[in-house]
């Protein structure tokens, strides 16, 4: 069986192919007080390149104290070494681990782990509770998921929501942003929205959850923020959203080449609400 190499895929490149798109330092010096959060969908490892390597994913988000990743796979295939991502990530990061299971298949062989694709988020704060919700979707369509992590964060209790919603059918979408905002809007305190989420500003699935939330880049982005393609970007698709509880310090674009979205990182202070 393929395994994954101690660093997580193959030679590692070098670290001045990342670098923060506002110009700032990579990673950028974190204020006092801020939680570091980071929407990445990390596309099973491979990069816009081609290789796989789990160690520039984890060199990536080292810096966010939540990293909301979207395509995670466990033990999924050969295309990820049949690899665990999420408990290498999460030993690697020296992380807590919530995993939400959206695709589920049997292994390729008898006694061999389950076949499993879908999100993860990582952090280092205690993790209070955690859940996944499968959102809807029309016939034969991929399983998508809302997967939810209460974070304490310095006595605050904080709701930090991931998701990746249908990447190509707008109605779909649609119906999958409806179910999200009452799910979110239901949580006591803080709340954090990370994902892909396949569509661009001012879509009405985009409005649908700024009906419940606040988009993070209008308020404090630098840059387009635009995140896909990696190699050119002309599309931001890739979020976080947050409730009336969590003030905006900064977000921001990092361009690398460890996957073929590129990752949206947001400082934010959360209050007590």
């Known amino acids: 069986m393929p395994r994954l190499p101690p660093h997580g895929g193959v030679r590692r490149p070098p670290r001045g192919r990342m670098r923060d798109l506002s110009g700032a330092r990579f990673p950028r010096p974190r204020p ?20 796989l390597d789990l160690e520039r994913i984890a ?42 299971v ?11 782990p389950r076949r499993r694709y879908g999100t993860a988020i990582l952090t280092r704060h205690p993790v209070l509770e955690g859940d996944n919700t499968w959102l809807p979707r029309r016939p034969g ?17 904080v709701q930090v929501f991931n998701t990746h919603l ?7 979408r649609l119906d999958q942003a409806r179910a999200i905002g009452p799910l979110a809007a239901s949580r006591a305190g803080p709340v954090v929205l990370t994902g892909d989420l396949n569509a ?4 009405p699935e985009i409005r649908v959850l700024a009906e419940v939330l606040a988009d993070a880049w209008p308020t404090a ?15 931001r698709i890739d979020y976080v959203f947050t409730s009336p509880g969590v003030e905006v310090a900064a977000a921001w674009v990092v361009r690398c080449d460890a996957s073929d979205h590129l990752p949206v990182f947001a400082d934010l202070r959360v209050c007590r609400t």
């Open 102 to 112: 959206n695709l589920d298949r049997d292994p390729p062989a008898p006694g061999r």
């Open 59 to 100: 060199r990536v988000v080292e810096s966010a104290d939540v990293a909301c990743l979207q395509e995670v796979d466990r033990h999924w295939s050969e295309r990820s070494a049949f690899a665990d991502q999420a408990s290498w990530l999460a030993g690697r990061l020296r992380a807590r681990l919530v995993y939400g």
């Open 221 to 235: 982005g630098e840059g387009d923020g635009r995140t896909y393609p990696a190699g050119g970007p002309d599309a």
């Open 32 to 51: 006092p007080g801020v939680l570091r959060v980071a929407s990445f969908n990390v596309h099973h490892g491979v990069g816009a390149d081609g290789r």
């Open 200 to 203: 661009r500003p001012g879509t």
């Open 141 to 157: 369509r991929e399983q998508r998921g809302l997967l939810r992590a209460l974070v304490a964060v310095r006595g605050v209790r």
């Open 166 to 172: 249908q990447n190509n059918d707008a109605d779909e």
